[in-house]
């Protein structure tokens, strides 16, 4: 089902620092994983995202490792900068393209 | 690549009024569309899923008879929220896959602000 949360977790983080945001998914089932960065007032946008048979995938900046064993998914952003100030969410699905969403972490980026 | 529009970014309207919101994908052929709803702080809750050409599915708890969705070509859904109340004030977002090479994303239009006084 769907994953709601009143208070969403804050990460604060020095700009030039690197960021780890974590987020624990539910279904064993699941085989696609995605992360998405969502600023204020706007659409989520696609940041990266991993297949179950990888631990590891990285882009520009930005780095996933999952842990099938744990169930946990962790986004790591090197050198944050303000820009990266937003609500970052993990996002699971395990088939028919139906995607579950975690409850979000928002990171906040001080200069 | 893989943009999609929402039409109006946001709308104030009276109780008992209904509203319609347009989805577009722009770039692709989206064969589904996704409606979401998002209250502040807090996570997307998955509304309806809409395949072109066929009836949405609706999530547990919302009400179809209310919020009307209609996927009627490859590239438009409508999502209608009919007789709206101030309960139903939220941010409204549409998400569409397609014939993109990976065909699980989701790609996320902009998003609706909805007040309903």
């Known amino acids: 089902g769907e994953s709601v949360g009143l208070h969403l977790p804050t990460l604060s983080v020095q700009e030039g620092d690197n960021s780890i945001i974590n987020c624990a998914y539910s279904n064993s089932a699941s085989d696609y994983f995605i992360w998405y960065k969502q600023e204020s007032g706007k659409g989520p946008q696609f940041i990266i995202d991993i297949r179950s048979n990888m631990d590891k995938r990285q882009g520009q900046r930005v780095t996933v490792l999952l842990n099938k064993t744990v169930k946990h998914l962790s986004l790591q952003i090197a050198a944050t900068q303000p820009g990266d100030s937003a609500v970052y969410f993990c996002?699971?699905?395990?088939?028919?393209?139906?995607?579950?969403f975690g409850i979000g972490t928002k990171l906040q980026v001080i200069p | 690549g893989a943009v999609v529009s929402q039409h109006p970014s946001w709308v104030i309207c009276k109780s008992g009024t209904s509203v319609k919101i347009e989805c577009r994908s722009l770039d692709f052929q989206a064969t589904t569309m996704f409606w979401y709803r998002q209250f502040p702080k807090q996570s997307l809750m998955l509304m309806a899923t809409?395949?072109?050409?066929?009836?949405?599915?609706?999530e547990q708890g919302v009400e179809k008879d209310k919020f009307l969705i209609n996927h009627a070509s490859l590239t438009l859904s409508t999502l209608t929220v009919t007789s709206a109340h101030p309960e139903d004030s939220s941010f409204y977002i549409c998400?569409?896959?397609?014939?993109?090479?990976?065909?699980?994303?989701?790609?996320f239009g902009p998003g609706t602000r909805l007040l309903v006084l």
């Open positions: 998400s569409a896959t397609g014939d993109r090479a990976t065909k699980e994303t989701q790609y």
């Open positions: 809409s395949n072109e050409g066929s009836k949405a599915t609706y």
């Open positions: 996002a699971e699905t395990g088939g028919y393209q139906k995607v579950t």
